[in-house]
């Protein structure tokens, strides 16, 4: 069984450009979950999608930040005319339908987004 | 916030059990502690997770005390591999939000 796939790993844009992240989650999981970790710094909850809804997005960002988890395909994190402070590790992180009471969130190897 | 407090840093020596203290004083009923950790690079890596009773797994052993305000995570024989920042995290059973990470503590396996 795969587990969480990201890519690209490592992507570099100039500012003013987008950037397409893209997380397939594990067999069967139809829950995603997307974090940012700053450097040096911990991880930060961003956006919680189940298929087509988005469930959660307390903690992206009000301008700029889109996600979504279509009925086909993987979720997608796009970030529109990206500047230098977008310059993080994007993880996704993905768990069972609900129903599952430990909730244990599955994490991807992430995407390192460079800005220059 | 984080509802947990963990030291920032330990050492341990390589072979020798690590053990990581977390503080949770207002961890309710419904709520697990879970562990997770992260190794340079890599996205986290769920340890384990217990309620009230002691639990382990191939991994780690975790300790909760009988008042459920502080537990312990036990790596019986810390290896080089075990570097890693260790996450405490509170969270209820039953839910399928966010996980919120504290800073956690960034365990140093010494050779």
């Known amino acids: 069984n795969a587990g969480v796939m990201q890519n690209p790993r490592h992507l570099v844009r100039r500012r003013g450009q987008e950037a397409r992240l893209r997380c397939s989650p594990m067999?069967?999981?139809?829950?995603v979950y997307w974090y940012r970790q700053l450097p040096e710094e911990g991880l930060k909850f961003m956006v919680y999608?189940?298929?087509?809804?988005?469930?959660?997005e307390s903690g992206m960002p009000k301008e700029r930040f889109s996600a979504e988890f279509p009925k086909e395909g993987p979720s997608i994190l796009r970030i529109q005319q990206v500047v230098r402070g977008d310059s993080a590790a994007y993880f996704c992180?993905?768990?069972?339908?609900?129903?599952?009471?430990?909730?244990?969130?599955?994490f991807g190897p992430g995407t390192r987004l460079t800005v220059l | 916030d984080a509802k947990t407090t963990q030291p920032p840093s330990m050492d341990c020596a390589e072979g020798r059990a690590a053990n990581l203290p977390c503080n949770h004083s207002?961890?309710?009923?419904?709520?697990?502690v879970y562990w997770y950790r992260q190794i340079h690079s890599q996205g986290p890596q769920y340890i384990i997770h217990?309620?009230?009773n002691n639990e382990t797994n191939e991994m780690a052993s975790l300790i909760i005390t009988e008042d459920r305000k502080s537990s312990t995570l036990i790596l019986p024989h810390a290896t080089l591999r075990d570097t890693a920042v260790y996450y405490c995290?509170?969270?209820?059973?039953?839910?399928?939000?966010?996980?919120?990470f504290g800073k956690g503590t960034r365990l140093h396996i010494l050779p």
């Open positions: 992180a993905s768990s069972p339908s609900s129903g599952d009471p430990y909730n244990e969130q599955f």
């Open positions: 067999k069967g999981h139809s829950h």
């Open positions: 999608l189940q298929k087509e809804n988005i469930i959660d």
């Open positions: 207002t961890i309710s009923g419904n709520e697990y």
């Open positions: 217990g309620l009230k």
């Open positions: 995290i509170v969270r209820a059973m039953n839910r399928d939000d966010k996980i919120i």
